[in-house]
């Protein structure tokens, strides 16, 4: 139960992590001594083993840092499996680094390029275009292209703002980006 409670909070709530950290103190409390105090002489098993697998030797007890982000990706890949659920567009509890967890560990099929996101999904050659291009992606607008619209007449090209003034940076930008583009 210890476990449960946390878990679906945490599915929709992202946690800072000093509350994780109480809910571990809590649960290891329980755990090794109950209603008393906790101290060290108590723990009969160091905590990070307790989260192992029981296949690994571990207790299988739930790391709720990690199972906390895993909940939060599902938003992120239910948001792009199912892109008609009323709450998509809204504000989702996950943060830049589970984005950038989602793009490193999956590969898109671009298909028609209909659906996937030209600056956002990570499409060319596994990655995301801003990865590619963060500073020409700053004066781009707008930002939510499809693939299919942004690369029909290199509209992406007419999207860079010059009036935010172009530097060398973004030519460098510019020109990696557009030779991936041609090789793709």
Sequence with gaps: MLSLLPVYL???LKAPKDILDE???ARKKFLWAGDMTLTGGKCKVNWT???MPKENGGLGILNLERFARALRLRWL???WLSSKKAWVGTKTPCDDTDGLL???CTTISVDDGNRTSFWHS???QGCRPKDIAPNLFKITRPKNRTV???LQRHTWIRDIRRAEGLALVHVHEFFKLWGML???
Excluded: I, T
């Design 49 to 51: 083993k307790c989260g």
């Design 102 to 104: 989602l793009a490193a």
């Design 10 to 12: 945490l599915s929709v």
């Design 122 to 124: 990570g499409w060319l």
């Design 23 to 25: 809910l571990d103190k």
């Design 182 to 184: 041609r090789n793709a």
């Design 148 to 150: 299919a619209a942004a």
């Design 77 to 79: 890949w239910h948001e």
